[in-house]
């Protein structure tokens, strides 16, 4: 594969290009790497995190912000994380059958990929697929997690904003608060507005929020079905977003290094996953005999 014209391809903003260097990420770190470091540095998309509990209606959320964005003229790339059978090792890729309505528009972008066990809501390949993306001139990237709940807080480290979609009827409210999604947020958003319980659970939120945090962030109530509040949902995203189109180093510097970090992890487990089973067991009958610790071990085998 010829990565200089890949690359140059991608930055044309060729979608079958696009497509190449998201499957090269999925599939082979090390050469998604060298893809990336002949593109120019990412910073120019805006990254939109949107997590919560299954069944909260994300997608269509999702759905309605790229139809939000393309009205103003930007061009949007969608990450859809779908969890991985543990049985199979498949996954149900169902994000563009929700978004089948952008299937034909050439300023958006939908790429359904499998979490293949990696924790925290995303896939091993997310933060590389975020610069393919941006390399290819998307201006906002909207990443949908998988939806897992409590674990589902390393979408915070990869994105400019963080959307976590709650609904009335998910039980207990304090649930929510044991969850660490109380933490990550910067807009909370209660989906089904017209669903009973909706009002209740906004002031739950609203109450939670100022005791956890120092600076409360937004709740704002919607129907991503009808569309009813998603105006204010717009303007309390885009109040984030100005500040980073004006270069806020606090808003930039949250995606940069939570991308460095995921990368990384990337990479050691990639390398890990080829470290022969000979050496493993070696340093494995070292440890019954005695002769070193398991965390000696674990520092030979990194090495």
């Known amino acids: 594969m010829d990565i200089s014209r890949l690359a140059r391809d991608i930055r044309k903003g060729d979608r079958k290009a696009l497509a190449k260097g998201i499957t090269l990420a999925e599939n082979e770190t090390a050469k998604a790497s060298s893809l990336l470091r002949t593109l120019e540095p990412p910073g120019r998309a805006f990254v939109v995190g949107v997590t919560g509990p299954p069944g909260t209606g994300k997608s269509t959320l999702v759905d309605r912000l790229v139809g939000l ?7 949007v790339g969608v990450i859809a994380v779908d ?4 049985i199979t090792g498949g996954a149900l ?4 059958v929700r978004m089948e309505r952008h299937a034909n528009d050439r300023g958006v972008f939908i790429r359904s990929m499998a979490s293949r066990g990696w924790s925290g809501g995303l896939s091993r390949a997310t933060s590389q697929v975020i610069q393919l993306m941006d390399a290819a001139g998307f201006d906002v990237v909207l990443l949908e997690t ?3 709940g409590q674990s589902d807080i390393e979408v915070v480290g990869v994105s400019h904003a963080v959307l976590v979609v709650l609904m009335p009827g998910l039980g207990d409210d304090v649930q929510v608060s044991k969850a660490g999604l109380m933490e990550i947020g910067d807009v909370y958003v209660v989906n089904k507005a017209d669903v009973e319980g909706a009002d209740a659970l906004v002031v739950s939120l ?3 929020v100022r005791s956890m945090r120092s600076r409360s962030p937004p709740v704002v109530k919607v129907s991503a079905l009808t569309g009813e509040g998603l105006e204010n949902l717009e303007s309390a995203i885009e109040a984030i977003r100005a500040r980073f189109e004006e270069g806020d180093l606090e808003v930039r510097l949250r995606s ?3 991308m460095i970090a995921q990368t990384a992890r990337a990479v050691l487990a990639e390398r890990l996953a080829h470290t022969s089973r000979e050496r493993v067991n070696e340093l494995a009958l070292m440890v019954v005999k005695g002769e070193i610790t398991v965390d000696a071990a674990a520092g030979l085998l990194l090495k």
């Open 69 to 75: 964005y393309r009205r103003r003229g930007l061009r």
């Open 83 to 86: 969890p991985t059978s543990p």
């Open 93 to 96: 890729l169902g994000d563009r």
């Open 146 to 148: 998988v939806g897992i």
């Open 206 to 208: 609203l109450g939670l």
């Open 256 to 258: 940069a290094s939570g």
